[in-house]
């Protein structure tokens, strides 16, 4: 028998993946704090509940997919939270993306309960979020691992068991450093050729060919391109992760001078109150800083 799935958080990314469980045939109960977000998922047969505790009450597995760490803690821990609802014996799913110590301190609070938990958090933007071709990094027991496999299947096509409590929070992170700093190089390489007189759609047609071609950029560099900053992956997202991973670093002791760099161009964007749009318009920053521009000779119109 299938077991009863919550899903809490119904945004860009978590609406398609609890999409995608419903039309694998999972009864599933969701909630969400715009009631119009489950307008959908009510009409393939969810039931909707009107806090996390209702939904921890009706199912067996119970995933989050929010915003950052203060959103996690609320929904699960706080007044009305998972906590309150959830029965012995059931597995909480936190799929989104905040820091390793929070993770492991939520999930010893829900153990003093008999509730168990996975850290999974995703890569793949909301394009792979629709599609079901997630990259999914989890953390926890094995035995619960193995327990939530099935449901990853539905939502991903790349899942690793990392490690133990807060190992797939600390590979999203390793995540975020590498696609920060590669959205980063792939705007600097298209301004060194713009201002050497080639054109940058010319450049990245030849490099995705190449050892420099990647999926970042396949999509993102042409979002640059395009102009095209409509969100896959928020700017506000973006820098709240790269701050998760300068604050490991600093407790860890170690340098990430190139995740730094990155880290600046999104502040810039967060600045300029350009946090909706998609991580790729860290062009527009590095554009500014050397007076280079894809588009002609100044910044294109606000995106917003």
Not at 109 to 129: C, F, H, N, R, Y
């Amino acid at each position: 028998m299938l077991e009863k799935i919550g899903f809490i958080g119904l945004g860009i990314m978590g609406h398609p993946m609890a999409l995608n469980l419903r039309k694998a045939g999972y009864a599933l109960w969701v909630y969400a704090r715009r009631a119009n977000l489950m307008e959908l998922l009510l009409r393939t047969g969810a039931v909707a509940c009107f806090s996390p505790q209702a939904v921890a009450e009706q199912t067996d597995v119970i995933i989050t997919m929010v915003s950052d760490t203060s959103a996690v803690e609320e929904v699960i821990l706080g007044e009305k939270g998972i906590i309150e609802g959830a029965k012995p014996g059931s597995l909480v799913i936190d799929m989104s993306s905040i820091a390793a110590l929070t993770t492991r301190r939520i999930a010893v609070t829900l153990a003093e309960k008999g509730i168990a938990m996975l850290d999974a958090p995703v890569s793949g933007g909301d394009q792979g979020a629709i599609a079901g071709t997630l990259s999914i990094m989890v953390g926890g027991k094995v035995s619960q691992f193995e327990r939530a496999l099935p449901l990853f299947k539905i939502l991903g096509e790349n899942i690793i068991h990392v490690g133990d409590q807060g190992a797939g929070q600390i590979a999203k992170t390793c995540n975020q450093v590498i696609v920060s700093q590669t959205i980063a190089a792939i705007g600097e390489a298209f301004i060194l050729a713009k201002a050497a007189g080639v054109d940058p759609a010319n450049v990245r047609a030849a490099l995705l060919g190449g050892f420099a071609g990647s999926r970042i950029l396949e999509v993102h560099g042409q979002r640059m391109l395009e102009r095209n900053f409509n969100p896959g992956f928020k700017t506000k997202l973006h820098h709240k992760d790269i701050k998760i991973a300068m604050q490991t670093a600093y407790e860890l002791g170690i340098a990430i001078p190139g995740t730094a760099l990155a880290a600046q161009y999104l502040n810039v964007l967060m600045g300029t109150d350009q946090g909706e749009l998609d991580s790729a318009a860290m062009i527009m920053a590095q554009e500014q800083a050397s007076a280079i521009y894809l588009a002609g000779d100044s910044l294109p119109e606000d995106n917003n």
